[in-house]
Structures are given as C-alpha cells and as structure tokens.
C-alpha cells in the first residue's frame, strides 16, 4: 500500500494520507493551507513573484490544486509543503 508523508517547512511530518487529492483536502481542513497562503514563483533575472493561493489560481484554487500531481503540487508549495510517497508494508505478500 502507497501513502502520501504530508509535511510543513517548519513543523516537519503533520500528517499522512492515501492519496494526493486527500492529502490536499488535509491540508485545507486542518487549515494549513487557505486562500491567504503564498506561493512564489519564478520570474526570472533572479526575481520571484510572491501571491496567495487565491491570486495566482482564482477563486476556484481548491479545484485547481486538486489536479496537481504530487511532483507539480511540491514543485508549486516548495518552501512551504512537501508531499513524499512511501510505501506501507500491509502484512500481505
């Protein structure tokens, strides 16, 4: 059995789930992650662009996130969440 290891920059391991999409609901249940928080982005010549959730996504921001797969899903949170899968040993086989 997979699993998704959920964890924060500064709190380190805060959760687990079995998928990406229920490892996202997490994080906005247990509001870790709102519309308020920000994400930044490059713009190049060493510049990056700092926006909430809701301002670089609109206001469907749940929907949307909720399709990354877990390498876009770190690549866009990097900085603030991190998502690894690892597997669970099951007692089978």
Same mark, same amino acid.
């Given at each position: ?5 959920? %964890? ?26 709102? %519309? ?10 060493? %510049? ?17 996130? %909720? ?27």
């Amino acid at each position: 059995m997979t699993v998704i290891i959920i %964890k924060e920059e500064c709190h380190g391991f805060i959760g687990v789930a079995d998928s990406v999409v229920h490892a996202i609901d997490f994080l906005i249940n247990k509001n870790w992650l709102t %519309k308020y928080t920000d994400v930044f982005r490059y713009a190049g010549n060493g %510049k990056w662009i700092e926006n909430s959730v809701e301002e670089r996504f609109g206001t469907n921001w749940e929907q949307i996130i %909720k399709q990354f797969c877990l390498e876009d899903f770190n690549n866009i949170f990097d900085g603030c969440f991190y998502f690894s899968e690892e597997m669970v040993y099951t007692g089978e086989g």
